[in-house]
């Protein structure tokens, strides 16, 4: 009742004095409603829009500034630490093994894959065709910084394209610093 009227309402089709006057941030009126309505199964009042949270929001702005191939690249937005190599790559690090799952679901043909060879831990997308030894070097450090083994020695990261997946090298890491990271990530 706080809009202007409509055109079904001008028409007769909806009954104005039905609808409801809530505004604000507070769900309270939205829930008495449910009560009343004997609705109790919906989902926890939120937010709402992804755009509205400051970290997928700037993932989002890199993303428009450095282009995108599909909306796999978008997608892929909601999950995983973000960092910007320079400009023509990206590295994503999984934070639980349902990130990393959906980050390799949604990963790119041409993106690169890479995994703790012999251990557990985060998986790493990276995005940009053909990225140097020293950038997959810095990739493979992410993965092992965000792991539980990193304070050991560099560690052996296995690596492959998204598009062929039997074909599997290996990399050692390269240590990264907090200073590092900082500067690099979106």
């Known amino acids: 009742q706080l809009l202007d009227e409509t055109i079904p309402e ?3 089709w909806i009954d104005r004095e039905k609808l409801l006057k809530i505004t604000g941030r507070s769900r309270s009126e939205q829930i008495q409603c449910a009560e009343n309505l004997g609705i109790t199964e919906y989902p926890n009042p939120a937010g709402g829009c992804l755009l509205t949270d ?3 929001a700037r993932r989002m702005k890199d993303t428009f500034q450095h282009g995108y191939r599909n ?3 978008t ?3 909601k999950w995983g630490r973000h960092f910007r190599v320079d400009e023509k790559f990206k590295i994503i690090v999984g934070r ?3 990130e990393n799952d959906s980050l390799l679901r949604y990963a790119h ?3 690169i894959i890479l995994q703790l060879a012999k251990y557990e831990g985060p998986l ?3 995005k940009g065709e053909n990225p140097s030894e020293d950038t997959l070097a810095l990739a493979g450090g992410l993965c092992q910084r965000f792991s539980r083994y990193k304070e050991e020695a560099p560690l052996n990261i296995t690596y492959w394209l998204v598009a062929n997946r039997n074909e599997k090298k290996i990399i050692l890491s390269r240590r990264v610093n907090d200073e590092e990271i900082e500067k690099i990530k979106i």
Do not use: N, T, Y
């Open 109 to 111: 043909p041409d993106d």
């Open 75 to 77: 997608i892929a937005l």
């Open 71 to 73: 909306f796999r690249e």
């Open 124 to 126: 790493v997308v990276v």
């Open 96 to 98: 639980d093994k349902e």
């Open 10 to 12: 001008k028409e007769g």
């Open 54 to 56: 400051q970290g997928f």
